[in-house]
């Protein structure tokens, strides 16, 4: 897919907020600091649609950005930031949970996991949901241009250990945003759940 126009929409902390749309949604979810929004700039082309906040784990709002009128990317709040107290993540996990159960317009989740580290706790019941929901998904390991091409392979079979992913259909797709690398194969895995949908 070829965005020419995006935009951002509306942030929203309840589905009375969510968009009255009926375009499909993409859903990124991950850690605090993993690289959601800089992973949706560099899909859309864009260095500052989405916007990332200066204090880390600050950010609770889901925010709506419309690309061409045909699919919306839905940014999700970070997880897992140690800084906040327990009564901030129960706030934040409960806006997540409620968009994810919720949003029929839901189609497709993207998982987002730092490459140099492996899934946390947090992560690996986010991929579990996800696997239950039975929702399209992508698992991206962002940052991988921080690595060699020999370290990005063996974190990668150690991602995959570690969430268990036994199937080789299921693939995790290495991106850097910083130096766009991956990103039009994470495209092309996107744009092909698209027309299924559309031929649906």
């Not at 063996?154 to 130096?179: F, H, Q, W």
Request: aromatic share 8%; hydrophobic share 40%.
């Amino acid at each position: 897919m070829v965005v020419k126009n995006p935009k951002f929409v509306i942030s929203a902390v309840c589905p009375a907020q969510y968009p009255d749309s009926e375009l499909l949604e993409i859903a990124f979810a991950g850690r605090s600091n993993v690289g959601k929004s800089s992973l949706i700039n560099a899909l859309v082309g864009r260095k500052r649609l989405a916007y990332s906040g200066s204090t880390q784990g600050m950010t609770r709002q889901i925010n709506f950005y419309n690309l061409d009128d045909e699919i919306h990317f839905v940014d999700l709040p970070g997880y897992g930031y140690a800084s906040v107290s327990k009564d901030q993540k129960s706030l934040w996990a409960g806006v997540i949970d409620k968009y994810l159960n919720v949003r029929p317009q839901l189609y497709m989740v993207i998982l987002l996991l730092d490459i140099r580290h492996n899934p946390t706790e947090d992560d690996k019941n986010m991929y579990r949901w996800i696997q239950a929901s039975g929702l399209q998904y992508a698992v991206v390991a962002t940052k991988a241009d921080k690595l060699s091409k020999m370290q990005v392979a063996g974190r990668l079979k150690e991602i995959r250990a570690c969430l268990n992913i036994a199937n080789s259909d299921t693939m995790i797709y290495p991106v850097s945003s910083e130096k766009k690398t991956g990103i039009d194969r994470l495209w092309a895995a996107i744009d092909e759940v698209i027309m299924e949908d559309s031929e649906a």
